[in-house]
Structures are given as structure tokens and as C-alpha cells.
């Protein structure tokens, strides 16, 4: 089966902080994206970041950068400098061609 | 079943033919969410259901497309006279309620429409 897990339900940081939430997946496939969605109350599932799993370099999208750890099959996101309008759920997943698996999400509450 | 399960898992059609895309919830789930992923996109937010409340179709993006939920469970998608650009990967999830702390969604491993 093939799973994805965000250990941390909630989270909750200091504006102009650093938050790095967790998520960890198994998979046996070797061609396969990863990917970061934001959710805010609006209930758009926005593109935060995407990773390609041939790729070792971290994608980087301004504030928002991953650390891939393909072998231990980790995909963390890392927040910097973050802003009130962070607030909202975050949902890890993976694709592959068969479709989609998500995590349960954490929520983020950035405090000010 | 375990999980949230979506039929079929692939749908290749002509332009202008009508398509339905089904979507089971976890059992006991209230709300129902339809998405959809065009290539290079983010996810896009459809419709939403909540029990036997009138669903929120702010999201659909044409009268073409619609959606029904029978019994408060079941949900098929349905979309009219496709068009190539509807051509995406069509996600479901269900929750056990909207509202903070319950609206944990659960993700169906969609289904990836093709319009030729």
C-alpha cells in the first residue's frame, strides 16, 4: 500500500518565524512527483511546491523550500519568515500515473 | 471500504461526449469535495456537499459540469458536451464534517480524464 503520513495534526508559529512541518510516504515506485497544497478556509487547494522524484535538488519557491530525502522517503516543507496569511491546512501527496495519494494534513496557525 | 474509492480510474472520450465520474466516500463521511488538477496546475476546488445541505457549486467552472450526491453518500460528477480543456485529473475527498477539527479530508486516488 502507499501512504502518506504528516505526523504533526497541528502546528502553530510566531510570525516572522521558521515552521517546518513533517510528512513521510512509502512507496515502491521510482517515478513519481511530490507535492506541498496550502488549503485556507476559501477551500482552494493552492500549489504550494512540487518536487520530481528524479530530481536531488530541493525545490525552492521564495519562502517555501523542501528537504527531499528520497532514500528515507521524507518530504518536509519548511516555511520562512512567515506571514499571517500562512494560516491554513497542509496537505503532503504524492502522484504517480495510477493517481494521487494525500496526507491528513496539518494545520498551521501562524500567531501574530 | 477503507478508504475514499473513485471509477473509473482513467476515462478517454471524444470531444462532445458526456462523461460521469463516481466518487464513494468513507462511510459516515458527511462532506464530499470534488476537485480537479489540470496539467501543470494546482489543485481547483468544484463543489462541496454537506449532508442533505445544498451543495456549494462556486467552484464548477461551466454549466456543463454538475454534480449530485444520492443518500448523502454516493456523488457522480457529470460533464456535459467535454471539451478538450476539461482534459485534467478529477479528485474526490470526503471529511466526517466541515469544521475545524473534523474537516479532515480524505483523498480518492482520482480519475484522469482524457478529451480527444
Known amino acids: 500500500a502507499q501512504t502518506v503520513t504528516q505526523s504533526q495534526p497541528e502546528m502553530s508559529v510566531q510570525e516572522a518565524e521558521t515552521v517546518t512541518l513533517s510528512c513521510t510516504y512509502d512507496?515502491?515506485?521510482?517515478?513519481?512527483?511530490l507535492f506541498w497544497y496550502k488549503q485556507p478556509p476559501s477551500r482552494q487547494m493552492i500549489l504550494v511546491i512540487r518536487q520530481e522524484a528524479y530530481k536531488q535538488q530541493n525545490a525552492t519557491e521564495n519562502r517555501f523550500s523542501v528537504n527531499f530525502q528520497k532514500a528515507a522517503k521524507s518530504f518536509s516543507l519548511k516555511i520562512s519568515d512567515s506571514q499571517l496569511g500562512d494560516t491554513a491546512m497542509y496537505f503532503c501527496?504524492?502522484?504517480?500515473?495510477?493517481?494521487?495519494?494525500f496526507g491528513p494534513g496539518t494545520r498551521l496557525s501562524v500567531l501574530p | 471500504g477503507a478508504g475514499v474509492s473513485q471509477s473509473p480510474s482513467n476515462k478517454v472520450t471524444e470531444k462532445g461526449k458526456d462523461v460521469e465520474l463516481r466518487c464513494d466516500p468513507i462511510?459516515?463521511?458527511?462532506?464530499l469535495y470534488w476537485y480537479r488538477q489540470s496539467l501543470g496546475q494546482g489543485l481547483e476546488f468544484l463543489i462541496y456537499f454537506q449532508g442533505n445541505s445544498a451543495p456549494d457549486k462556486s467552484g464548477l467552472p461551466s454549466d456543463r459540469f454538475s454534480a449530485e450526491r444520492t443518500g448523502g453518500s454516493v456523488s457522480t460528477l457529470t460533464i456535459q458536451r467535454t471539451q478538450q480543456e476539461d482534459s485534467a485529473v478529477y479528485l474526490c475527498?470526503?471529511?466526517?464534517?466541515?469544521?475545524?477539527?473534523?474537516?479532515?479530508?480524505?483523498f480518492g486516488p482520482g480519475t484522469r480524464l482524457t478529451v480527444l
Open positions: 512507496t515502491s515506485e521510482s517515478n513519481y512527483y
Open positions: 462511510s459516515g463521511h458527511t462532506a
Open positions: 475527498a470526503s471529511s466526517l464534517m466541515a469544521g475545524v477539527n473534523t474537516d479532515t479530508q480524505y
Open positions: 501527496a504524492f502522484m504517480k500515473p495510477e493517481g494521487f495519494v
